[in-house]
């Protein structure tokens, strides 16, 4: 999964737009793009959107109401019945808030005939700072978990911060922070860490720079938050023919090796890591 475009769930323009994107996955947001006006017209609106969706479009993950609003039970029980992919858990403070919402799917899921763990799980794990101290808890949380991500704009909010970024455009420390965290605590918890959103949507490339250093550093995936920054994502994360020949080139050498721990590939030493870093990105090539 590649590229998860945002979709206010009370857009049927923008619903409508979305399916045509090359997005790999839609979130449909009830949360924070809707106003708390329309959160039930949202609400309906999403559902029946995921009703109607065709299952060879992109996969569809509902991004519900955080747990300390009075909206979150609602949400789950309109959308359950319309088997999205996911739901997306806002606002995450620890594993626990994963078990809570798996277990209310667990219900919901009987209630409704469907088999148990089709619903599955991502959550947005730093948009408070204590949050940021539980990162290691989601691992074991819920074998519905299939990918987290952070976000930089309500960590901002929660610590009173004026900005997020520096004059150079860079996150500051606090947000840097919070991606390196969510990395670890994804990876930690075997969930595909997913990049946070550019909202610079008219930027192309700075969303290029932000996600190549996703990429670099092992994220799996970004979120958008425009169809034009679809395209960008896709790009950077679908390995190139370089990328793929130099990966069969390592895991050849170590073919040619027999059973070693270690080789030399044009100067440079890799050992078992670079393998099973080449070996990760041939399996992705081939699906
Ligand atoms: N999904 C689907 N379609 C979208 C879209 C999105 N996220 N964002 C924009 N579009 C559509 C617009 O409706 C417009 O359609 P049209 O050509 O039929 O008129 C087209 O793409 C071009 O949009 P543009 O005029 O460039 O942007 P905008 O000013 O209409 O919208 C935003 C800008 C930021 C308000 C919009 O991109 C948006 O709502 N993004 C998602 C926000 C969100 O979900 N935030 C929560 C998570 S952080
Ligand atoms: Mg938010």
Redesign the pocket.
């Known amino acids: 999964m590649r590229s998860l475009?945002?979709?206010?769930g009370d857009?049927e323009?923008?619903?409508a737009?979305?399916q045509d994107?090359g997005a790999d996955a839609l979130?449909l947001?009830m949360?924070?793009?809707v106003a708390l006006s329309a959160k039930e017209t949202a609400r309906a609106m999403t559902a029946e959107y995921v009703k109607g969706a065709p299952a060879t479009g992109p996969k569809l993950i509902v991004r519900m109401n955080a747990l300390d609003t009075p909206f979150w039970e609602e949400d789950l029980k309109a959308i359950v019945p319309a088997r999205p992919f996911a739901v997306m858990v806002p606002k995450t403070i620890s594993g626990a808030c994963i078990a809570k919402v798996a277990g209310a799917l667990d219900r919901l899921e009987q209630e409704n005939g469907l088999p148990e763990g089709t619903v599955k799980l991502c959550n947005v794990a730093t948009e408070t700072a204590a949050s940021l101290f539980n990162m290691g808890s989601y691992a074991g949380a819920s074998p519905r978990l299939f990918a987290m991500t952070w976000?930089a704009?309500d960590l901002a909010a929660d610590l009173g911060a004026r900005s997020n970024k520096d004059e150079s455009g860079a996150y500051t420390g606090p947000y840097q922070l919070a991606r390196t965290l969510c990395l670890l605590g994804a990876v930690a918890a075997e969930a595909m860490p997913i990049d946070s959103?550019c909202?610079e949507?008219r930027d192309e490339a700075a969303l290029r720079a932000e996600t190549r250093a996703g990429l670099r550093d092992g994220f799996t995936g970004k979120?958008?938050?425009?169809?034009?920054q679809v395209p960008v994502i896709n790009e950077v994360y679908t390995p190139s023919d370089d990328d793929l020949a130099h990966a069969r080139a390592i895991v050849k050498a170590f073919e040619e090796a027999g059973d070693v721990g270690v080789v030399s590939l044009d100067g440079v030493m890799l050992d078992r890591p670079h393998l099973k870093q080449a070996e990760r990105i041939l399996a992705k090539a081939a699906g």
């Open positions: 475009l945002f979709v206010p857009s323009k923008k619903q737009k979305a994107s979130i947001d949360e924070d793009s976000g704009e959103i909202k949507f979120m958008a938050i425009h169809p034009a």
